[in-house]
């Protein structure tokens, strides 16, 4: 089940080191990131590997996160 949660409370709150926080960000737009770098690459093969690289980044420099704008829903 989806929180109530704003992506801005969510993203404050993984720069604190909430995994839960991370797990429910990466629940919302885990598809729409994968299917975007699909597209970009056009090979599941790299698009996979590009995918997990993408959240492990995000989690490693979760401290210094920003976000500036939302994800069109």
Do not use: C
């Not at 993984?14 to 990466?26: D, N, Q, T, W």
């Not at 737009?29 to 996979?48: E, G, P």
């Not at 980044?57 to 979760?62: A, F, G, T």
């Amino acid at each position: 089940m989806q929180s109530q949660k704003s992506d801005m409370e969510l993203v404050r709150a993984i720069r604190e080191g909430s995994v839960v926080a991370f797990h429910e960000l990466y629940t919302r737009y885990s598809k729409i990131v994968y299917r975007h770098i699909l597209a970009r690459v056009n090979s599941s093969f790299d698009a996979d590997d590009i995918f997990q690289e993408f959240f492990v980044k995000l989690w490693e420099k979760r401290s210094s996160l920003e976000v500036t704008t939302s994800v069109p829903g």
